[in-house]
């Protein structure tokens, strides 16, 4: 009996040998939060996490984290391709005295070949002590990083930075904003500032709500280039939208948006800029426009205070969009 027991013994011990082995530490393509999880757990379906930043070390780089239920899921920090999106629940974000959501590519993995963030239907609030909601840095070591966010709303920045969503990459790199509204801001709503040494950052906004910055609502800086459609910039107290290049170039076009109720409107604000207007309703603004600014036919410009520096036209009366 003693022989078979042996035998039996090193049977199996050669088996485990052979039978492939899991890690303790393996990471899932999607994992879970949940407002009554724990980062201890595995962030399953069964077992979720308390919050994003427990869950991203959980997840596989291109994989997602999703919702459970609604929660306050706390301030993190991505470093890999990967999607966040709470779009079957409600999904929050508390940044107080702190940023929302870091993006820094730099710290990205150089076998990280899609460089690429997804955030969807998510709740930052500030509550008027936040920094910034997200903000997007790096591009030095890894370029060309994309982000995209989908129907979030970013609330109550008023310390340090105190802006919305802030992209200030060195090279070049890819932006998109859909359905998204920012509000309650100290400095900027939006803001493109890569410095002056940068690559060119690419950014195209659509159905974008920028409302009750103190200084501006939109800018784009530095080698910043924008396509901005179906915009509603309101309520900002110094400039609704606007683009500057100290040293560098800024172009931005923005159409079918509504423009009203800030200090300025649209301002070209210093270097070499290139702004051009289609199809937008500017009013109500204590001033329309500054610096040198182009206006296809089908501007509406009506009630601002005063014009200030009235756009150059271009475009045609036959073709009013000019864009052939």
Same mark, same amino acid.
């Given at each position: 009996?003693?022989? =078979?027991?042996?035998?039996?013994? %090193?049977a ?7 039978l ?10 999607r ?6 999880g724990?980062?201890v ?18 997840t +596989?780089? @291109? ?7 609604? !929660?306050?899921?706390g301030a993190v920090?991505?470093?890999k ?6 779009s079957?629940?409600?999904?929050? &974000?508390?940044?107080?005295g702190?940023?929302? =959501?870091?993006?820094p590519?730099? $710290? ?19 509550v008027?002590?936040g %920094?910034?909601?997200?903000r ?5 070591? %890894?370029? !060309?990083?994309?982000?995209? =966010? ?8 008023? +310390?340090g930075?105190a802006?919305?969503?802030?992209d ?11 359905n998204?509204?920012?509000? #309650?801001?100290?400095t900027f ?6 410095p002056?040494? *940068?690559?060119r950052?690419?950014a ?5 709500h920028?409302?009750?910055s103190? $200084? &501006?609502? &939109?800018?784009?800086? @530095? @080698? ?6 179906r915009?509603?910039?309101?309520g $900002?107290?110094?400039?609704g &939208?606007?683009?500057s290049?100290?040293a560098?170039?800024a172009?931005?076009n ?6 009203? /109720? #800030? !200090?300025?409107?649209? !301002? #070209? ?5 290139? =702004?051009r207007?289609? #199809?937008n309703?500017?009013s109500? @603004?204590t001033t329309?426009?500054? *610096? ?16 200030g520096l009235?756009?150059?036209a %271009?475009g045609?009366?036959s /073709?009013p969009?000019g864009l052939?």
């Amino acid at each position: 009996m003693n022989r =078979i027991a042996l035998s039996l013994t %090193i049977a199996a011990t050669f088996l485990s040998f052979m039978l492939p082995t899991t890690s303790a530490h393996a990471q899932a393509s999607r994992t879970w939060v949940s407002g009554v999880g724990d980062d201890v757990n595995p962030c399953s379906r069964t077992a979720p996490c308390k919050t994003f930043a427990g869950a991203i070390s959980k997840t +596989a780089m @291109n994989g997602e984290i999703n919702c459970i239920d609604p !929660g306050g899921f706390g301030a993190v920090t991505i470093t890999k391709s990967i999607t966040i999106d709470c779009s079957a629940e409600f999904g929050s &974000i508390l940044f107080s005295g702190t940023n929302g =959501i870091n993006v820094p590519f730099n $710290n990205f993995s150089a076998a990280d070949a899609r460089k690429t963030v997804r955030l969807r239907n998510l709740k930052l609030n500030g509550v008027d002590t936040g %920094i910034v909601g997200i903000r997007i840095t790096g591009g030095s070591v %890894i370029a !060309g990083g994309v982000v995209i =966010i989908e129907d979030t709303v970013v609330d109550g920045a008023f +310390a340090g930075g105190a802006t919305g969503i802030l992209d200030e990459r060195t090279a070049g790199g890819e932006l998109y904003i859909t359905n998204t509204t920012v509000r #309650n801001t100290g400095t900027f709503g939006i803001a493109i500032r890569p410095p002056a040494a *940068g690559q060119r950052i690419d950014a195209t906004f659509d159905n974008v709500h920028v409302q009750n910055s103190a $200084n &501006i609502g &939109i800018l784009i800086g @530095n @080698n910043g280039r924008a396509m901005i459609n179906r915009a509603v910039i309101t309520g $900002n107290t110094q400039i609704g &939208i606007g683009a500057s290049g100290i040293a560098a170039s800024a172009e931005m076009n923005l159409s079918n948006s509504v423009v009203s /109720n #800030n !200090g300025l409107g649209v !301002g #070209n604000l210093n270097g070499t800029v290139t =702004i051009r207007l289609s #199809n937008n309703d500017i009013s109500f @603004n204590t001033t329309g426009f500054s *610096g040198a600014t182009q206006s296809y036919f089908n501007n509406r410009v009506q009630g601002n205070g005063s014009l200030g520096l009235a756009p150059t036209a %271009i475009g045609s009366t036959s /073709n009013p969009t000019g864009l052939q």
